[in-house]
């Protein structure tokens, strides 16, 4: 048997407006754009996917399953400029077919710079998660699936997670597949029997994700185009080499990375059918914690004495730290971290009582992703998701922004 696992990112940022050394006046944020942005994606992707995948639920009476991930700078947009969308979420939540997983609330790197904002953070999301759709989150993924062995042990301390979604990099499998359940290696505590240790993992199957995500609308592919058929056909041969299908992806690949043009609509609505036609009775789509309920025990160790993430063909860290200006910022921007709880605590004006959320908005990774400075393939994504002209010109607004904040908890 086969089980498709389908996982969504929903995430938008807050953009920076554009912020020179001479201003001085506390809104950071870009509004005009980022509500122009939220409300363009929302109609090429957040209404029509998302009723899309409603109906296939409701059609194949529950049998079709997914899973999201939806940050909390995007809930707050939804919420202010396409309220609609969360009614949409709503209702999928409430047909059972649909699990919410955990994250941080500002879609941040902060377990690399602090525990106790990331923890925060997770905590805030939960809260957030529960608030809206009824649930209490029992799958955790880091943001842009970063992850390392640091991390699973801290998630297996924290006691509140099943599993952790994260990639499943060629060079840590070995010559193992990504599509079976795992777990972390042993620390200090935990039990040895495989079954018994606190916290699973499920592994992303890169190629196939990949495929509908970056190479489906391509027409210098071999495989274009794609058909729900063959896809299926594709997943169907995994029998015998596992058991669970994860295809993770950016939820924005359905109508806005992929235009409506491509079909892909056209083959997310086929491909439940195919699914199940290929191999009747054999393959369904499940979510994370059904995963984790049909197969046991996982199989083995998934080890990651280094930090990896679903970004980039290095499946590394380098889209958001290791250049001199993404370090010099992120370093900058943790370092006033006590100060901005303490004026936090301690407000002396209404300007004081949203400096933690004007820097915990910060601490969002995209800003660092605008920093990267890679070239060739990797940069042209880059340069696609980026809103400035150069990782210069990012930076410098950037630091602009933060060295107002310095001055606001600091005076």
Known sequence: MASVCFYFQVH??????????????????????????????????????????????????????????????????????????????????????????????HHSPSFLFSRDEFDHQVDTHRDKIKELFGQTPTIFRNTELMYHDDLAWHIAKRGEHRAILCEGVDRLLKFRSPNYCYVPPRFEGQPEALNERPVKLLLKN???????????????????????????????????????????????????????????????????????????????????????????????????????????????????????????????????????YARNENPRNESDEHVLEDWRKLTTSDHLYYMCTKYWSDGDVHKYFSPYDSPYDAYINFMNVLDNVKQRVED
């Open 206 to 340: 890169y190629r196939l994700s990949d495929d509908v995500a970056f190479r489906f609308g391509n027409r210098d592919w071999k495989e274009y185009p794609l058909s729900a058929e063959k896809f299926a056909k594709w997943v169907n041969d995994i029998n015998g080499d596992g058991y669970c299908c994860n295809l993770f992806m950016d939820y924005e690949t359905i109508g806005e990375h992929q235009w409506a043009d491509t079909g892909i609509f056209e083959f997310l609505d086929a491909l439940p059918e195919k699914i199940y036609d290929v191999n009747p009775g054999e393959n369904d789509f499940l979510t994370p914690s059904q995963v984790l309920d049909t197969y046991s025990p996982p199989v083995g160790e998934y080890a990651a004495p280094e930090w990896v993430s679903w970004a980039d063909t290095e499946r590394d860290l380098s889209a958001w730290l290791g250049n001199p200006l993404q370090d010099n910022a992120v370093e900058e921007l943790y370092a006033i971290r006590d100060a901005v």
């Open 12 to 105: 938008q940022p807050f953009r920076l407006r554009r912020y020179s050394v001479f201003d001085t006046d506390p809104f950071y944020f870009d509004e005009t754009s980022n509500s122009e942005i939220m409300q363009k994606v929302a109609d090429k992707c957040y209404r029509p996917a998302t009723a899309k995948i409603l109906d296939l639920v409701k059609r194949h009476e529950g049998r079709f399953r997914v899973s999201y991930a939806i940050s909390g700078t995007c809930l707050e947009q939804f919420e202010k400029w396409a309220p609609d969308v969360i009614d949409l979420f709503k209702e999928l939540a409430d047909t059972g077919a649909c699990e919410f997983i955990g994250e941080t609330s």
